[in-house]
T-cell receptor
Framework: DQQVKQNSPSLSVQEGRISILNCDYTNSMFDYFLWYKKYPAEGPTFLISISSIKDKNEDGRFTVFLNKSAKHLSLHIVPSQPGDSAVYFCAARTGGFKTIFGAGTRLFVKA | EAEVAQSPRYKITEKSQAVAFWCDPISGHATLYWYRQILGQGPELLVQFQDESVVDDSQLPKDRFSAERLKGVDSTLKIQPAELGDSAMYLC??????????????FGPGTRLLVL
């Protein structure tokens, strides 16, 4: 049972444009959400997070939006850069702090 | 910048053999996690340590997998015997504590295991 779903295995975007990565979840008990970025041959690195009491969190070029009623969150990257090409994992936590990861979306930013 | 160290980076073994992976967390991090990432999927928690104690090993296949963190610092994950389905990336992560939902986990580069 996939509690965190990233339905797009890959996304291709032109440099300078917006990248939008989507994530859906099923467990209404999740109260904290994270995005991780992973380059080949490296472990995932934390990118940005959002608490369930907020609907938006921004950090530089990265913004995460949370729609609790739809159980949906998205990561916006503006403007996209070639160095953003990586696999992006959506993750969610309950009060027990166990982190559940989605399957990831591979982002290609074309120069 | 402090990093989580893992070794080996790559391991090829034959089924029924034993394999072991090592992880050295960031100094001072009390919580250590072992994840397994199968190709095309996200990381899945196998075991979580708080200091030397196991906090969660509910997803660890205990008939063949074992993990230890004897002195509450570095950790070893062992598989015996290895099966074809164990081929995956094994990731180690650490955090200062598991007591806060907003705690950031720092991941090592992983060990890629191929079982033939």
């Amino acid at each position: 049972d996939q509690q965190v779903k990233q339905n797009s295995p890959s996304l291709s975007v032109q440099e300078g444009r917006i990248s939008i990565l989507n994530c859906d979840y099923t467990n209404s008990m999740f109260d904290y959400f994270l995005w991780y970025k992973k380059y080949p041959a490296e472990g995932p690195t934390f990118l940005i997070s959002i608490s369930s009491i907020k609907d938006k969190n921004e950090d530089g070029r990265f913004t995460v939006f949370l729609n609790k009623s739809a159980k949906h969150l998205s990561l916006h990257i503006v403007p996209s850069q070639p160095g953003d090409s990586a696999v992006y994992f959506c993750a969610a936590r309950t009060g027990g702090f166990k982190t559940i990861f989605g399957a990831g979306t591979r982002l290609f930013v074309k120069a | 910048e402090a990093e989580v160290a893992q070794s080996p980076r790559y391991k090829i073994t034959e089924k029924s053999q034993a394999v072991a992976f090592w992880c050295d967390p960031i100094s001072g991090h009390a919580t250590l996690y072992w994840y397994r990432q199968i190709l095309g999927q996200g990381p899945e928690l196998l075991v979580q340590f708080q200091d030397e104690s196991v906090v969660d090993d509910s997803q660890l296949p205990k008939d063949r997998f074992s993990a230890e963190r004897l002195k509450g610092v570095d950790s070893t994950l062992k598989i015996q015997p290895a099966e074809l389905g164990d081929s995956a990336m094994y990731l180690c992560a650490s955090s200062t504590t598991s007591g806060r939902a907003r705690e950031t986990q720092y991941f090592g580069p992983g060990t890629r295991l191929l079982v033939l």
